[in-house]
Nanobody, 128 residues
Framework: QVHLEESGGGLLQPEGSLRLSCSGS????????MAWFRQTPGKEREFVAA???????????FYADSVKGRFTISRDNAKNTVYLQMNSLKTEDTAVYYC??????????????????WGQGTQVTVYS
């Protein structure tokens, strides 16, 4: 049974840092494109970051403009886990964060509909 589970969410103040984890079972994450999306109430799910299957473009990383330079996506293949390191957090980063796995082409890495597997989400709240 395929399962993705996020962890690491929390409550913190602006300029703080947090690392989210996404662990997989029934799925070898290193063979998938992996991504993080986020969603706030009443809005569509928003692309945050993605890292390609290492067999494609050496595992290139992609970021939304709003998080570029602050967030970093990475893999630990030994732990079958993907991370999202979030630094210099802002109140507008508040959302439920989801990890996702897919096998799409690189040009579709930012499209939520192209990901086949999703976790249940973890809440990140940045308050001032």
């Amino acid at each position: 049974q395929v399962h993705l589970e996020e962890s690491g969410g929390g409550l913190l103040q602006p300029e703080g840092s947090l690392r989210l984890s996404c662990s997989g079972s029934g799925l070898t994450l290193r063979t998938y494109n992996m991504a993080w999306f986020r969603q706030t109430p009443g809005k569509e799910r928003e692309f945050v970051a993605a890292v390609a299957d290492p067999r494609r473009s050496g595992g290139a990383a992609f970021y939304a403009d709003s998080v570029k330079g602050r967030f970093t996506i990475s893999r630990d293949n030994a732990k079958n886990t993907v991370y999202l390191q979030m630094n210099s957090l802002k109140t507008e980063d508040t959302a439920v964060y989801y990890c996702a796995a897919g096998s799409q082409v690189l040009s579709a890495m930012r499209l939520s509909r192209m990901y086949a597997y999703w976790g249940q989400g973890t809440q990140v709240t940045v308050y001032s």
